[in-house]
């Protein structure tokens, strides 16, 4: 009896061990998968926001740029709370306003003319965004943005060719 104890004994430790290695691969393998979940996730929130910036800034002067041959000029419209950035074109007897301003958790867009009332419910949304401040001062126009998430973007542009009420 004794010689089963003793040959026993060697397969049990073999045995004991490869349960231990093959635990500590898997607890290792669990940590290094979880680890590479929160750098992933961190990446995925970090991109998010770049983009979220990006995307505010770029559609902000873009409808600018495009409208830059009028007139442009703050608006503040206190009947809705909202200041407006106002694009004024005039062709032939008619007058033509593209604005553009936060409402309701948006960038939106207007083009209305004199015959048309304003109402922000009826922009075009572009962007989400909390808070859009426009300034001129002569040709420069800054524009101060808060996205939804809080982020803030300043944007300063010379207007190229139309011309800035003073």
Request: hydrophobic residues 40%.
């Amino acid at each position: 009896m004794s010689r089963k104890n003793v040959a026993s004994t060697p397969k049990t430790i073999q045995n004991v061990f490869v349960l231990l290695l093959l635990s500590l691969f898997a607890c290792l393998s669990t940590f290094l998968v979880t680890i590479g979940a929160q750098l992933y996730r961190s990446t995925v929130d970090s991109a998010e926001r770049n983009n979220t910036g990006r995307i505010m800034t770029a559609v902000v002067r873009s409808a600018i740029w495009a409208e830059d041959g009028g007139n442009v000029m703050v608006e503040k419209l206190d009947k809705w709370g909202i200041t407006a950035l106002t694009v004024v074109e005039e062709y032939d007897d008619e007058t033509n306003y593209k604005r553009l301003f936060a409402y309701e958790g948006s960038l939106l867009e207007t083009y209305t003319g004199d015959d048309l009332e304003f109402d922000p419910k009826y922009g075009e949304p572009l962007c989400e965004l909390k808070e859009f401040e426009p300034e001129l001062n002569g040709n420069v126009l800054t524009v101060h943005l808060k996205a939804v998430d809080d982020s803030e973007n300043t944007i300063r542009m010379t207007l190229r060719a139309g011309g800035a009420d003073k």
